[in-house]
């Protein structure tokens, strides 16, 4: 079953830390988030496989955005 | 009490392989920065004579003598960099740190004999009075290696006088007597003037036989009555005068053994006199650590080593306290109070060789929407809000009726500001943090992992809890400021930026001067100038971080002043509920 990986505040997109294909396990590192000067990490919220990433580096970002989709 | 302590919760889970690669570039600038730091070591090691020119006089070197005197394995220098007056050698000229020495802990300092023959340097009274506070602190006995010329007299005027000038150890050596602290002195070479005082106002004098201490040296008693002035035939004079002297220095061990009784003993070998403190620290008052332990000592269950992947370098990157400290803590295991309050901060109990610490530190990242409860904001680790304020302020109190050590890990950008922060009491709840540590009792130890910024850096159990700050370590990561120095040049150039602009003047002029701040905040707040100005007692490698611990709290509970039976302590049943 799919899962969205949600933005918890707003901010910019430091890193994508992940590709489309990649399996990760729950609470794998995805994307950081530049917010607050600080680098805030966003982290995989189950085991799984990326399939879709919807935001790039730079991008701006708010609140309960979804980043990826984890199948 | 033993079913709280015995087996408190585990925390801390093991590196994920992702975390590891992750953290290679960090963990790489990190163990870069430590290999700067300890080069810099090094050459404070090796200032002045080589050891070997020393060795050759008949002579150990101060290294040699603490490496003889403490048990092995046991040393934990502070204050190796410490040169706040910018000594050209690198050093205050004293060699001091934690150690033990027939099992007890004790405070460990002697002048480095191989420079100037242990000659009073600027910046080695303040060096002195840091050592003694720890003694006092700790309520452990003070060691000197005594060997002291006197003054660096070219520059005196630098630290012969002042409220803390090199005379105000000696008024410290009375404090902690009369404190019930003794303070215990080898005593070798020709210590005249100040290193005559140096060596009679500690409690136990043990001298080597060459050894010599006197109101004034040589330099003194044959010197000329001052006519104003300096010219050939009076130098002619002084040289004459000089090739006549041949008198032994004053105060020898004849005068001093056997006239005066000051020296208690006197030995026929350097060694003796190491062997003499090593007797008489077996009498030194001092409680087995089976009587304070709440738990057989154990190791951390997750490496040392998994620290550098753990703590990033660059200090905007956001990483989880909890797996820090559950490699630096007995086990793995502590009792957390109040984890469902003041997410920002981390306190709990736990344990270091089987014996109760409180444990404060700054967590990190965001801290979950609606946090801070007071404003319409998001809440990030590292800065202080009310709850980790109001959360910390208990602790601490805590701590102080339960008579638990303290020890504090900081990594703060500070404390909430803004007129929502205001109207939540921060102003006031920091101070009152300061405030209960204050009104406690108890000895505490700071570690700044990373940041130490504004008002938080004072608040979290900060250098300047003088009476209770034993002392603070730092890390290859830490940068100790009163802002981050781009936030520093904005606040200084700002309006001054929009004068110009609004003058039609060029900005280069204003864009120079605020990268130069920003440049200059970076040289000032870097682990090795934290060192050398004393922010910091000593910037310690990661992996050697829970050897400090370890040393803290053995020494704290060796011989403490006040204690509280463990089945009459409360915060565990708080935590408990």
């Known amino acids: 079953m799919a899962q969205e990986v949600l933005a918890a505040l707003s901010g910019n997109i430091w890193k994508v830390s992940v590709e489309v294909g990649d399996k990760v396990e729950e609470d794998d590192e995805v994307f950081v988030v530049e917010a607050l000067k600080m680098e805030i990490p966003v982290y995989a919220p189950c085991d799984g496989t990326i399939s879709e990433i919807k935001v790039k580096k730079g991008d701006a970002v708010e609140e309960d955005d979804v980043l990826a989709v984890i199948d | 009490m033993r079913p709280y302590f015995e087996h408190m919760d585990e925390f801390g889970k093991e590196l994920k392989a992702g975390r590891i690669k992750r953290a290679a570039e960090s963990l790489a600038k990190l163990r870069e920065t430590e290999a700067a730091i300890d080069s810099e070591k090094k050459k404070v090691e090796e200032v002045g004579f080589p050891t070997e020119k020393i060795n050759a006089r008949g002579w150990m070197t101060v290294w040699q003598r603490l490496e003889y005197l403490v048990d092995e394995g046991s040393w934990r220098p502070l204050h190796t960099l410490y040169n706040p007056l910018d000594n050209a050698e690198g050093t205050t000229n004293v060699i001091d740190g934690l150690a033990k020495i027939e099992g007890r802990w004790a405070v460990v300092i002697g002048f480095d004999n191989k420079f100037m023959a242990g000659a009073w340097l600027p910046g080695q009274s303040e060096n002195i009075l840091r050592v003694t506070d720890l003694a006092m602190r700790l309520n452990i006995p003070l060691v000197w290696l005594v060997n002291c010329s006197g003054a660096k007299l070219p520059e005196q005027e630098k630290f012969y006088a002042n409220r803390r000038g090199a005379g105000t150890p000696f008024f410290r050596h009375a404090e902690l007597e009369q404190a019930g602290v003794p303070v215990l002195a080898g005593i070798y070479g020709t210590n005249p003037a100040g290193g005559g005082y140096q060596s009679i106002s500690p409690t136990i004098l043990l001298a080597h036989k060459d050894a010599n201490i006197a109101v004034g040296g040589v330099g003194i008693v044959s010197g000329m009555a001052p006519r104003g002035g300096f010219d050939a035939e009076m130098l002619e004079e002084i040289i004459a005068k000089t090739k006549e002297f041949t008198g032994r220095p004053p105060g020898n061990v004849e005068t001093h053994y056997d006239h005066t009784g000051f020296f208690s003993h006197v030995y026929e070998e350097e060694t003796g006199v190491l062997d003499g403190i090593k007797e008489y620290m077996k009498g030194i008052p001092a409680y087995a650590p089976e009587f304070f332990r709440v738990a057989e000592p154990a190791a951390p269950k997750f490496p040392a080593e998994d620290v550098y992947s753990l703590l990033p370098f660059n200090q905007k990157e956001v990483y989880d306290f909890d797996q820090i400290l559950?490699?630096?803590?007995?086990?793995?295991?502590?009792?957390?109070?109040?984890?469902?309050?003041?997410?920002?901060?981390?306190?709990?109990?736990?344990?270091?060789?089987?014996?109760?610490?409180?444990?404060?530190?700054?967590?990190?990242?965001?801290?979950?929407?609606?946090?801070?409860?007071?404003?319409?904001?998001?809440?990030?680790?590292?800065?202080?809000?009310?709850?980790?304020?109001?959360?910390?302020?208990?602790?601490?109190?805590?701590?102080?009726?339960?008579?638990?050590?303290?020890?504090?890990?900081?990594?703060?950008?500070?404390?909430?500001?803004?007129?929502?922060?205001?109207?939540?009491?921060?102003?006031?709840?920091?101070?009152?943090?300061?405030?209960?540590?204050?009104?406690?009792?108890?000895?505490?130890?700071?570690?700044?992992?990373?940041?130490?910024?504004?008002?938080?850096?004072?608040?979290?159990?900060?250098?300047?809890?003088?009476r209770h700050n034993a002392f603070t370590l730092g890390t290859a990561a830490t940068e100790i400021a009163v802002m981050h120095g781009e936030t520093a040049a904005v606040a200084t150039y700002a309006r001054r930026a929009v004068k110009e602009k609004d003058a039609g003047r060029p900005l280069e002029p204003i864009i120079e001067k605020m990268n130069e701040l920003a440049q200059r905040y970076r040289d000032t707040s870097d682990p090795l100038y934290c060192a050398q100005h004393?922010?910091?007692?000593?910037?310690?490698?990661?992996?050697?971080?829970?050897?400090?611990?370890?040393?803290?709290?053995?020494?704290?509970?060796?011989?403490?002043?006040s204690v509280c039976p463990r089945h009459q302590l409360i915060l565990p049943r708080i935590i408990k509920g």
């Open chain 2, 326 to 466: 559950a490699r630096l803590v007995d086990g793995s295991e502590h009792m957390e109070f109040r984890p469902d309050y003041g997410p920002e901060m981390y306190t709990g109990l736990c344990k270091i060789d089987g014996m109760l610490v409180g444990c404060i530190g700054n967590r990190q990242g965001f801290l979950g929407k609606g946090y801070p409860e007071y404003g319409d904001y998001p809440g990030i680790g590292g800065k202080l809000y009310r709850q980790g304020l109001i959360k910390m302020n208990e602790f601490v109190t805590l701590c102080g009726r339960d008579r638990v050590p303290m020890i504090w890990f900081q990594d703060t950008t500070g404390i909430d500001v803004g007129d929502t922060a205001e109207r939540a009491e921060l102003l006031g709840l920091g101070q009152s943090l300061i405030y209960s540590i204050q009104q406690t009792e108890v000895a505490l130890m700071l570690v700044v992992l990373r940041k130490g910024s504004a008002a938080a850096h004072y608040v979290l159990g900060g250098p300047t809890a003088n």
């Open chain 2, 534 to 561: 004393g922010f910091v007692d000593e910037i310690v490698n990661l992996s050697d971080l829970r050897s400090y611990l370890q040393a803290f709290a053995g020494a704290v509970y060796q011989n403490p002043k």
